[in-house]
């Protein structure tokens, strides 16, 4: 049975904004179109088989949202790994993340940072990275990360922080390989 009439016009209109949103900031906005129309027919054709724990229409969204973008994991890694720091307009930007993982003093401190958070983010594994970009860039609660990942909603603090833990690592890492790669450049024996 599916979603039609007045009841699939307000899914859409209630939840598209969101779902772009995500969809955009995770591989772009041209894939992200794509991805928002896949996620709806899908959503809309099969709502009698929405699960019965889904109590949220946005968290059910977006755990249909997180399996299209698995489509795109090529496409958001290099947007990762190329990320920069300049800001670019609309969603298809990938936020500033108000991590305390990137704070820093100075403007050119925090994006060479923020890059490299970019670049160890593309590392981690999907599951990872799904829950990272829910929580700290969409800002989804503990319940609606857990009705769009299926992790246990008790284990979305202790998941979060251990992949923070192994941004950290990451981090240290890539800064380690700079500072080594400076040093050689600057002793020319």
């Not at 809309?44 to 249909?64: C, N, V």
């Not at 284990?155 to 390989?177: F, P, Y």
Request: net charge negative; aromatic share 6%.
């Amino acid at each position: 049975m599916s979603l039609t009439g007045p009841a699939a016009a307000r899914l859409y209109d209630q939840h598209v904004d969101a779902v772009y949103s995500y969809a955009a900031r995770r591989v772009g906005s041209d894939a992200a179109v794509g991805v928002v129309e896949e996620v709806f027919e899908h959503a809309l054709g099969r709502q009698a088989q929405r699960p019965e724990k889904t109590s949220s229409d946005l968290g059910w969204l977006f755990a249909i949202t997180t399996a299209f973008l698995r489509r795109h994991s090529a496409t958001e890694r290099e947007r990762l790994l190329k990320w920069t720091g300049a800001r670019a307009t609309g969603s298809g930007s990938i936020p500033r993340a108000t991590d305390p993982l990137l704070s820093s003093g100075a403007e050119d401190a925090a994006v060479a940072t923020a890059a490299k958070v970019m670049a160890a983010v593309a590392e981690l594994e999907p599951e990872d990275r799904d829950l990272l970009f829910l929580v700290a860039w969409e800002g989804c609660s503990s319940a609606l990360a857990s009705a769009a990942t299926g992790i246990p909603q008790g284990n979305i603090r202790s998941r979060l922080s251990a992949v923070r833990q192994e941004l950290r690592r990451r981090v240290t890492d890539i800064e380690r390989a700079a500072e080594s790669i400076d040093d050689r450049a600057e002793d020319p024996s």
